[in-house]
T-cell receptor, first 116, second 110 residues
């Protein structure tokens, strides 16, 4: 089946630094990738929708200058958490779809970010 | 009221029991997803439904479009089935975005 690779699986960084998370579709071309955030014991929250070759669409309340998303190719999207703060500590997960139609979702394994 | 409601929120059962998790939604949908999130956080897509019933191994998913309701069943449950099961729907008004249920935390005791 289709595989989405997310890297790193966990990262600890100091407050004020930036962290980049990669999401790769390994065996299919992903026209659209999604970035989610999940706080403990809560549901996934969509942060942004990333379309290859165009600017990401951010959900209300998500700071686009803080969470930089780049979808430079059909197999790679990156999320950069800039000037990280402890409150950015969370579980970040990406998913990818092949086309704009009713395609199954394929999820990365997520990245647990801890900002100290 | 949330657009996607799951029940129960938490479910603990003994190994071997038949498990049912329910999902009700209030919007028009083009598809409904059942997902499994393991304790480590990874998410696996179990089913995508737009009508009828699907079966994969011990898992069965059904959907009733008229009643706006879907169920996920697990037969002969096993401790490794312990996870959070999430229902998510794709609204007819959206190309991609999903509306998520809060999830059902399932614990299967040996």
């Amino acid at each position: 089946g289709a595989v989405v690779s997310q890297h790193p699986s966990w990262v600890i960084c100091k407050s004020g630094t930036s962290v980049k998370i990669e999401c790769r579709s390994l065996d299919f071309q992903a026209t659209t990738m999604f970035w989610y955030r999940q706080f403990p014991k809560q549901s996934l929250m969509l942060m942004a929708t990333s379309n290859e070759g165009s600017k990401a669409t951010y959900e209300q309340g998500v700071e686009k200058d803080k969470f930089l998303i780049n979808h430079a190719s059909l197999t790679l999207s990156t999320l950069t958490v800039t000037s990280a703060h402890p409150e950015d500590s969370s579980f970040y997960i990406c998913s990818a779809v092949r086309t704009a139609s009713n395609s199954p979702l394929h999820f990365g394994n997520g990245t647990r970010l801890t900002v100290t | 009221k949330n657009e996607v409601e799951q029940s129960p929120q938490n479910l603990t059962a003994q190994e071997g029991e038949f498990i049912t998790i329910n999902c009700s939604y209030s919007v028009g949908i083009s598809a409904l997803h059942w997902l499994q999130q393991h304790p480590g956080g990874g998410i696996v897509s179990l089913f995508m439904l737009s009508s009828g019933k699907k079966k994969h191994g011990r898992l069965i998913a059904t959907i009733n479009i008229q009643e706006k309701h879907s169920s996920l069943h697990i037969t002969a449950s096993h401790p490794r089935d312990s996870a959070v099961y999430i229902c998510a729907v794709k609204s007819v008004d959206s190309n991609y975005q999903l509306i998520w249920g809060a999830g059902t935390k399932l614990i299967i005791k040996p």
